[in-house]
């Protein structure tokens, strides 16, 4: 039983390997990653930047899947363990509210987040420019998109578990059309994940070197009894391209626009060979976590070099008493965010 409390199911078969002895930081690293390796299925070159979840007693998940012209679209997969995965031979075909074939020009780094009844997967997709796209789901066979919840540009978006106040909570950062050289995470709200408005700032990029350029919304925040525990994005500039490492923050609970506490160092940073060296080097980007309420185990799915996926695991009372030992938190993280 852990200090800090989950408020999640129980998930006896979280995929787990034990802290190794050596580990000098509070995330340590699946032993056999990456778990997802090239050329996951025909027409498909790589698998990164995926979300899971449990599914009737196993696991599903979507999967961003480039495929072998260069395009990305969103793959339904299914693992009995959270570890070893297949995939449909077919992206997922999205329709509209009547049924109709919908899909977009392409589609990329899904999230899936379940709410109340319904899951919910969102991914950045060309609406005129890179923008948000969002579709419901209850059987894993209909995927209905619904309204864009914004217009460009966007990307990064991430549902809450749970309304907040009685309204549907998204994270996103507004962007560019391009390789953004900006960006810091803005929350909104919905009463019916439609029309969205309460902007609120959240927080932005900070004076600490490993996210002096951008960051981005990752995981589905997990609710814990210290707040919403936040894996995120965060991005740092060299002479030889972006470097995008796992730092962690934990939000309010009831005003999740407000950082409680925010990790000064980064959790994980690319430093093994499938991190450093891809399609895209030096990438870790978090996408989605498993939880264990009776353990405080937690899984944390992250993109590597934007080639395949990779798994880590840290546990909450480790994660939070980290962030909170090294948090350094700015006034524009503490403050509601509306000006
Ligand atoms: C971001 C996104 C991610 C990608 C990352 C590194 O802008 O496009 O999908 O993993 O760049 O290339």
Known sequence: ???????????????????PADATMPVWRYDDN???RRNPLPGVARIFNSAVMPYQGAYIGVFRGEQTNGIPFIYLGHSQDGIHWTFDADKIPFVDEKGEPFMPPYAYDPRLVKVEDTYYIIWCQDFYGASIGIAKTTDFKTFTRIENPFVPFNRNAVLFPRKIGGMYTLLSRPSDSG??????????????????GHHRHVMGKSGNWWENV?????????????????????????????????????????????VLYR????????????????????????????????????????GCADSYVGLAFT??????DYIKANSVTNETDRELGRR
């Open 1 to 19: 039983m852990s200090n800090v409390k989950l408020y999640c199911d129980a998930l006896p078969n979280i995929p787990w390997q034990d802290k």
């Open 214 to 258: 951008k960051i981005g919304g990752g995981a589905a925040p997990i609710e814990t009894s210290e707040g919403w525990l936040m894996f995120y994005h965060g991005v740092t500039g060299t002479c030889n391209g972006f470097v995008y490492s796992i730092g962690g923050a934990i939000l309010d609970r009831d005003e999740p626009s407000r």
């Open 34 to 36: 990456p778990i997802i």
């Open 179 to 196: 390789h953004t050289p900006f960006g810091d995470i803005f929350l909104s709200q919905s009463p019916d994940m439609e029309f969205w």
């Open 263 to 302: 990790c000064s160092t980064f959790l994980l940073t690319p430093e093994k060979d499938y991190e450093e060296r891809g399609f895209v080097p030096n990438v870790c980007f978090p996408c989605a976590t498993l939880q264990d309420a009776d353990t405080g185990r937690i899984a944390i799915y992250y």
């Open 315 to 320: 546990t909450v009372d480790e994660v939070v």
